[in-house]
């Protein structure tokens, strides 16, 4: 099957909204139904090791169907915009050049729009002069004043850096120095988008969804949650480590250190879950026409086949 247009742009689908909506089925069965592949772009599914409280898709639920950039990450590795810009793109002509259709499922709205819009975000270059000073630093000093280093001036990254990682520090440091590279001020989108796209977004309604969320918290409690987050803690990972402070992870780290019971860290996760959902609405507005939303508050099934009887239309048409 060949998915490039007329116009040489190569075709692509995106599945987006918000979190429990229902974006990994539709998007395997999309996958199925039209010879495609899911690229994740949910940036919780980088993770390895972190499975049950991102609510990862199992094989149960992937049928068959090959699903890119999960579990590419240690839990303490830094996956900037740039560096996933470039990662996906080339997954992306992979599977175009294979003939198949890429199909983009996720609720990070930023990544979503950097693949779409065509954004140019620079990746961090390596600065040469910076890293033989703190290589320099590191040899003559010690790991602890680098550490300070980047305590004294970013406090905040220095939280979710391992301090005790000599690599791990000198590329926080580079990072801090060269920040501005994630900024909307250093991006620019392409005067054209890249691809031929038809955009599905997912909807429930809002009660509902708070609804499923609770329930899918309650899953996962029964699936390993706490265990999952027990032996992260195991291999020496913590709540400063950057996968970690997540949600589902800090909630269940602060019950583990006895700070409230378990029902409370479900509490304090199902709230910051709706205020992600919130944040993700903000990313793809119900009047944004390059997308087409379709209900999945009642009939997931039926609303299901009409994703697949308009993304069907769209395909056979260009």
């Known amino acids: 099957m060949n998915h490039q247009t007329s116009s040489s742009k190569p075709k692509l689908v995106a599945v987006i909204g918000a979190t429990a909506t229902g974006k990994t089925s539709v998007g395997v069965e999309l996958a199925l139904q039209l010879d495609g592949e899911v690229v994740n772009v949910d940036s919780r599914l980088f993770y390895r090791g972190m499975d049950v409280a991102t609510a990862k898709p199992g094989l149960d639920e992937t049928k068959g169907v090959p699903h890119h950039l999960i579990d590419i990450l240690d839990p303490d590795e830094h996956f900037s915009l740039g560096e996933y810009l470039g990662t996906v793109r080339s997954v992306i002509s992979d599977i175009v050049n294979r003939g198949k259709l890429p199909i983009l499922v996720g609720g990070s709205g930023q990544y979503i729009w950097a693949i779409i819009e065509g954004w140019e975000v620079p990746e961090i270059e390596p600065d040469l002069k910076l890293r033989a000073e703190l290589e320099s630093k590191l040899s003559s000093d010690g790991i602890e004043s680098l550490a300070k280093q980047l305590i004294d001036t970013a406090p905040e990254v220095a939280k979710v850096t391992d301090l005790k990682n000599p690599r791990r520090v000198v590329r926080a440091i580079e990072r801090t120095r060269s920040d501005s590279t994630d ?78 019971d ?5 509490r304090l996760t199902a709230v910051a879950t709706n205020r992600l959902i919130r944040q993700q609405s903000n990313w793809f507005k119900q009047d944004d026409t390059r997308i087409k939303w379709f209900d999945m508050t009642d009939d997931a099934l039926e609303t299901t086949k009409s994703v697949l009887s308009a993304v069907n239309g769209w395909h056979a048409n260009r």
Do not use: C
């Not at 329930?215 to 265990?227: F, H, I, N, P």
């Not at 378990?262 to 479900?266: N, T, V």
């Open 183 to 260: 900024t909307d001020s250093n991006r620019t989108k392409a005067d054209e988008p890249p691809f031929d796209h038809f955009i599905v977004g997912l909807n429930v309604e809002r009660t509902v969804l708070h609804t499923r969320v609770v329930d899918r918290l309650t899953a996962m409690k029964e699936s390993g949650w706490v265990q999952e987050v027990e032996a992260l803690l195991a291999r020496g990972y913590s709540d400063t480590t950057r996968a970690l402070s997540g949600i589902g992870y800090r909630q269940v780290i602060g019950h583990l250190e006895g700070q409230y």
């Open 262 to 266: 378990l029902d409370e860290a479900i």
